[in-house]
């Protein structure tokens, strides 16, 4: 009977992490009304030939997200840190984004504060971040972002 206890006390807080935290996908980042402007891929529609290399600025965020605890899955571009970890980078939703051109929509984009740094050698690959999300507009050189994560975690992406 006390092994059931302890394995069951065990258990609880692992629960609890689990339904607080909202796992997401980028798709889920644009409001349902503007779903349509993406593709299956949950990356956006964009005219290609257009001689424009701009950042598109179609859609909006989520305001009802504001202040959750999520877990997203993304590449990360590094902003600010040293060469042992970064502080700030750039969340997006695939390899290259923001480097090269165009940037994707703001909404598409997670500006990421990661106070205690994330070690630089998990940064080439996708991984999840876990954090605070806000609905912030945040103008920077590289791409007008549409939210704030006030990181706490990073951890392995897993497909699965």
């Not at 980042?29 to 503007?34: K, S």
């Not at 990356?43 to 305001?63: E, F, T, Y």
């Not at 080439?124 to 920077?140: C, K, P």
Request: hydrophobic share 40%.
């Amino acid at each position: 009977m006390k092994k059931w206890l302890i394995v069951l006390c065990c258990w609880l807080p692992l629960t609890s992490y689990a339904s607080d935290v909202l796992t997401l996908d980028w798709i889920d980042l644009v409001p349902e009304q503007e779903r349509q402007q993406f593709n299956s891929n949950s990356m956006p529609v964009l005219d290609h030939n257009s001689a424009a290399v701009k950042q598109s600025m179609i859609g909006k965020v989520r305001p009802e997200l504001n202040g959750s605890k999520v877990k997203i899955p993304g590449f990360v571009i590094p902003l600010e840190g040293d060469d042992k970890a970064v502080t700030e980078f750039l969340l997006v939703p695939y390899f290259g984004a923001c480097i090269h051109v165009p940037p994707p929509p703001p909404n598409q984009i997670i500006y990421v504060k990661f106070e205690k740094g994330a070690p630089i050698q998990q940064l080439w690959d996708v991984v999840y971040v876990v954090g605070t999300l806000q609905t912030q507009h945040i103008s920077h050189d590289m791409a007008e972002v549409g939210y704030l994560l006030e990181g706490t975690a990073l951890e392995e992406y897993d497909d699965m």
